[in-house]
């Protein structure tokens, strides 16, 4: 039953999240889905993404239950077999308290597309009230990619775990512009807004994006822990 091969890719998504300087303190999850199986892997609670090893990488069943072990995940699992069951093209979830997409979320709004990479999440972005599946699966619909949570974080989708990963670093940077860029900062028109998406996604933008993480999360792992250098 045990799947190495995916406990490694979420480990070294973990550590590739921290490199960017998504996973100093206590939450936050990342998971992927046990292919045809209602299983899926993800980490304990109390270790930070900077810190994680493989042993805290756990195999979880659709109950959010561990499937062989005592230690517990987060209390916010709920939301991972949730939407794993309602949407079969996703394959890998992740979800942080990075600081700009915390700070994005603090205004209750879907971000506002300021460039052009950011483009991917342009109308496939929900506000979910809460992070309880019950409010997530509301607000979620069949072709979103990214999740809003007032006040909390936000939730990147992907249809493997190195999409998912990559387009949660791209939300923080996509939430810094919004965050950072005064109210009156121009929003891209809705017809470049459709055209960009699709050169950015021709483009194999985020499959290199995901390349560039898992080469930065091997630079900065020091044996012991991730040592991020963020600007
Ligand atoms: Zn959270």
Not at 56 to 71: A, T
Not at 125 to 151: E, G, H, Q, R
Not at 159 to 171: K, P, Q, Y
Not at 174 to 182: E, F, G, K
Request: glycine letters at 6%; charged letters at 25%; a negative charge.
């Amino acid at each position: 039953m045990e799947n190495e091969d995916l406990r490694n890719q979420v480990l070294e998504a973990c550590r590739g999240l921290a490199a960017c300087g998504l996973g100093a303190g206590i939450g936050g999850h990342v998971s992927v889905r046990y292919r045809d199986e209602p299983y899926f892997y993800m980490h304990v609670f109390d270790r930070a993404f900077e810190e994680m090893q493989l042993e805290d990488i756990l195999l979880f069943d659709f109950e959010g239950r561990p499937v062989d072990s005592g230690r517990s995940p987060s209390l916010g699992i709920e939301f991972h077999h949730g939407i794993y069951k309602q949407r079969p093209d996703v394959q890998s979830i992740v979800h942080s308290h990075g600081f700009w997409i915390t700070a994005q979320a603090a205004l209750a709004r879907a971000p506002r597309i300021l460039n052009n990479v950011s483009t991917v999440f342009y109308e496939r972005t929900c506000v979910s009230p809460n992070d309880d599946f019950s409010s997530i699966a509301k607000a979620l619909c069949d072709d979103d990619i990214a999740i809003v949570i007032p006040w909390h974080g936000a939730i990147t989708l992907g249809g493997n775990l190195g999409e998912a990963v990559s387009r949660h670093v791209i939300f923080d940077y996509t939430a810094r512009m919004d965050v950072t860029l005064p109210p009156d900062a121009p929003q891209m028109p809705h017809e470049q807004c459709a055209d960009l998406k699709e050169l950015v996604e021709k483009a194999d933008y985020y499959s290199e994006t995901w390349k560039m993480i898992q080469r930065k999360a091997k630079a900065t792992y020091d044996g012991c822990r991730v040592i991020p250098v963020v600007f």
